[in-house]
């Protein structure tokens, strides 16, 4: 049994991370987050009290802040999520993305090293390869071409994680994957928005065309690669995760509305996203091949079952939308602190 640091556990990716060890592992888990607009303890209420699982209030780009949590709690292994995510917020202010996704992967690298930390994994983005054309495939060789401010700095974070193999000799992974969706990701990223704005009546903005293409991936296969790099991932290595699942945004976007049985007068056309990527599509075997990892869930069955969870859980999004979760940590937090 090992203690795991999960930075940014308060988010989507993390919280789903957060429960599959809890639910299937016996490892300790510390989950450390700071509890950005994107952080929301809301989302791991069915495991709060898990005598495996504690949460800790901090910012990683803050090398006081970070080596009490260190010192304090002695992680065996570090699974680090916690990031600027939003490629449109990336386009409006850069300094947040370069502030947490680069200084904070460089503090979080210096405390592992100083206090022995076993395993350091690094969770990335097939955005840093960059946008690809009608054919091909992003593979762990190819060239590092990122193209908004938040794949630059999740580049750049890649990168010092490079470093820390090469010069310290530590032993990190990198996981690179796909666009995710299922249960708690946040209504500003596509899958959930459109649900959301659907369900409410509200007109669902594509942009531009419409036909860029994603490749997507049902959130707990990612969980379950990440999951397999940490126990089986050699160090230095690069793994691509991919949902084998290309489609254009505009299809997401009408099986959406079809599930839920809306009409297609909801789309609305709005102005493209500067710098957007037309195309990600991942090849996964090497992560096939050496760590006997494959998604189980088809992009159909996966869209169903997310569509079901926001129905079922509307007043989980609800919340989000108004702000409301964002008094939970004062109200089932502060006093115990
Ligand atoms: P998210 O935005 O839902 O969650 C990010 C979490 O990090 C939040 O809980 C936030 O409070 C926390 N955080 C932000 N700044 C922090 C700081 N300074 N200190 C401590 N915590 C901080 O993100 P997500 O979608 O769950 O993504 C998690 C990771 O996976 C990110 O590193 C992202 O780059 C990567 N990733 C995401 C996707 C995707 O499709 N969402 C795909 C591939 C890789
Ligand atoms: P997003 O969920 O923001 O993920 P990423 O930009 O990291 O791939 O967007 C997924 C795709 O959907 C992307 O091509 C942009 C597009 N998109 C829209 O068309 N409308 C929207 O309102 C949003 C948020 C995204």
Request: proline share 4%.
């Amino acid at each position: 049994m090992s203690k795991l640091l999960v930075t940014g556990g308060a988010g989507f990716i993390g919280s789903n991370f957060i429960r599959m060890m809890l639910s299937d592992s016996g490892h300790e888990v510390v989950n450390l987050d700071t509890l950005t607009y994107a952080g929301n303890l809301e989302n791991l209420t069915d495991i709060e009290r898990h005598p495996r699982y504690q949460f800790v209030r901090g910012d990683i780009a803050d090398p006081v802040a970070m080596e009490e949590v260190f010192a304090t709690h002695k992680p065996d292994v570090v699974v680090h999520f916690a990031a600027e995510s939003h490629v449109d917020r990336s386009v409006l202010d850069a300094s947040l993305f370069v502030r947490t996704n680069v200084t904070g992967t460089q503090v979080l690298l210096d405390k592992s090293r100083a206090h022995k930390v076993v395993r350091f994994v690094h969770v990335s983005t097939d955005e840093v390869y960059g946008s690809l054309g009608a054919w091909g495939y992003f593979t762990e060789d190819t060239p590092m071409q990122a193209n908004s401010p938040y794949s630059a700095s999740k580049a750049g974070s890649d990168l010092l994680v490079r470093a820390a193999v090469h010069t310290h000799h530590m032993d990190c992974v990198i996981t690179r994957c796909s666009n995710n969706y299922g249960p708690y990701q946040f209504p500003e990223k596509l899958i959930p928005l459109m649900i959301a704005n659907a369900l409410e009546g509200k007109q669902l903005p594509v942009y531009g065309d419409g036909k860029n293409v994603r490749d997507w991936i049902y959130v707990t296969d990612h969980c379950a690669g990440i999951r397999a790099a940490m126990e089986r991932g050699k160090a230095g290595e690069v793994y691509n995760f991919g949902g084998n699942a290309e489609r254009e945004n505009l299809f997401v976007v009408k099986e959406i509305l079809r599930l839920l049985g809306k009409g297609e007068e909801q789309i609305h056309y709005v102005k493209d996203r500067p710098g957007h990527d037309r195309r990600y599509a991942m090849d996964s075997s090497k992560a096939r091949a050496l760590l006997l990892w494959e998604p189980k869930h088809t992009f159909e069955q996966g869209l169903r079952a997310t569509v079901d969870w926001y129905l079922l859980q509307r007043p989980w999004w609800e919340r989000v939308r108004t702000g409301a979760y964002q008094d939970y940590y004062k109200q089932q937090y502060a006093n115990r602190c």
